[in-house]
Each structure stands twice: as C-alpha cells, then as structure tokens.
C-alpha cells in the first residue's frame, strides 16, 4: 500500500468520523474520529455488501465516505450501549 493511499484512507476515515460525531453527537478529538472512521468503513463495507445496497452518490470518494459515515454511525452506537 503506497503512502497516498494511506493518507486517503486517513483522511475518508476523519471526514466519516467526525460525520458520525455530528450525526450522533459526543464529539472527539482527531485520533478518536480518525479511528472511529476507519473502523467504521469496515463495518458499514460489510453492511453494505451483507444487505445488497448499493452507494451510488455520484463520486467514488463521496461513496466511500458515506459508507465510512454509516459504519461510524454504527460504531459509536454499539460502543454506547456496551458502555
């Protein structure tokens, strides 16, 4: 994996993260929402994939970011109730 890519998915998964504090609310710090993002592009891919939707926004970066959007949304939630 090259360095862009990682700065990419770095940057998709801050944007989603701090997406999910906004949508959720609780706010974070920039670690916390980058690694909140991250984990949740992998739960809302699997989401995605699992139930058959399609993200089709426009932009492949605005799809992937949406979907980090959603599995952060997730994350956060069932982090709350574990907690």
Known sequence: ???KSIIIWCLIGLVAGWLASVLVGGGGGLIRNMI???LGAF???FLIQATGLRVNIGHPM???I???AI???VVV???RLIA
């Open 1 to 3: 994996m090259s360095a």
């Open 36 to 38: 909140t993002g991250l």
């Open 43 to 45: 739960v809302g891919g």
């Open 62 to 64: 605005v799809n992937e």
């Open 66 to 68: 949406v979907v980090a």
């Open 71 to 73: 599995g952060a949304v």
């Open 77 to 79: 939630l069932l982090a």
